[in-house]
């Protein structure tokens, strides 16, 4: 079967894939820098590493796309990009949006997650730069076997893995947490079978952080940086409310950057930005 036209249905029995297509239509709105001005902060944060690890011009494999945002800004850079969401509403926002940009041509386009394009992958005969997932869809998945499987196959020798995951540890979220008194949220990264939420729709994920990439990817790949995203930044659901107080974001935002990457912090955060190279 040809990936790209993997039906609904099917995806539909992925939990994961199913509540994200759910919300497609609604998720560039729900996530929008209008609304969240915390999320422009943390993607041009997450370009800039991108940038240096994969020179603009070479060729990526997007993991888990979305609707495409960040698609949008990839091919802006120069790359060419190869962009895939198990969401199939997902694929058709990003596909609209690069093609109302003018931009569609410079995409290839695929439905299915990082476990079909693991089990897929040799069929296509195609070789990356780096691959990149940004803002945690590797935490939908329960192994990350997948992931090493893919990058095995589809990265070239030197070629760079930059993923973008929700960690254990964050701490900002569990003093937040603490401080409007709910400690459910305060506590959830540390639950035995951790639940994600998506607007209403639960399914189970996990929470990654440097080691278990390190203990899955082996020794075939080297991490070569590690990196907080949301350790003086708040977590993202909060970007709204600090949004409100002027000059709050853009401070926290500074001090940020010269703590983020400092060993015993960079672990830490809403978000960790792991960038690997294979041997
Ligand atoms: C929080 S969104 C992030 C989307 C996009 N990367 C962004 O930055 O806006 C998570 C995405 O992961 C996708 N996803 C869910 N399960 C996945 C899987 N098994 N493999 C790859 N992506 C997956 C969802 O469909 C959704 O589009």
Redesign the pocket.
């Known amino acids: 079967m040809n990936r790209d036209d993997q039906s609904r249905d099917e995806v539909g029995v992925?939990p994961?894939?199913a509540a994200?297509?759910a919300i497609s239509g609604r998720?560039d709105t729900l996530?929008s820098p209008a609304v969240n001005p915390l999320i422009p902060m943390v993607?041009d944060r997450v370009y800039r590493a991108l940038e240096r690890h994969v020179a603009p011009g070479g060729t990526l494999l997007?993991?888990?796309?979305?609707?495409g945002?960040?698609t949008l800004a990839l091919v802006a850079r120069g790359y060419r990009v190869v962009a895939?969401?198990?969401?199939p509403g997902?694929i058709a926002e990003a596909r609209a949006k690069l093609t109302q940009a003018g931009k569609a041509a410079a995409v290839q386009f695929i439905v299915g997650?990082?476990?079909d394009l693991a089990r897929g992958w040799a069929a296509r005969g195609l070789s990356v730069d780096g691959v990149f997932?940004?803002?945690?869809?590797?935490n939908?998945?329960l192994s990350l076997d997948p992931v090493r499987l893919l990058l095995e196959q589809a990265l070239v020798p030197g070629g760079r893995f930059v993923g973008v995951v929700l960690p254990r540890w964050c701490p900002l979220e569990v003093a937040l947490s603490l401080a409007r008194r709910d400690p459910r949220t305060a506590l959830r990264r540390f639950r035995r079978h951790p639940v994600a939420d998506v607007e209403g729709r639960r399914f189970p994920m996990r929470y990654y952080g440097a080691a278990d990439f390190d203990r899955a990817l082996g020794g075939g790949f080297r991490r070569v940086e590690t990196r907080s995203l949301g350790l003086c930044l708040p977590p993202l659901s909060y970007g709204p409310a600090f949004g409100r107080v002027p000059g709050l974001l853009p401070t926290l935002g500074a001090l940020e950057d010269r703590l983020s990457g400092l060993p015993g912090l960079r672990r830490m955060g809403d978000h960790i930005l792991l960038a690997y190279a294979r041997a």
């Open positions: 992925r994961g894939a994200f297509d998720y996530f993607r997007e993991v888990g796309c979305g609707t945002e960040d895939a969401d198990p969401a997902m997650g990082v476990e997932s940004n803002l945690a869809p590797l939908c998945v």
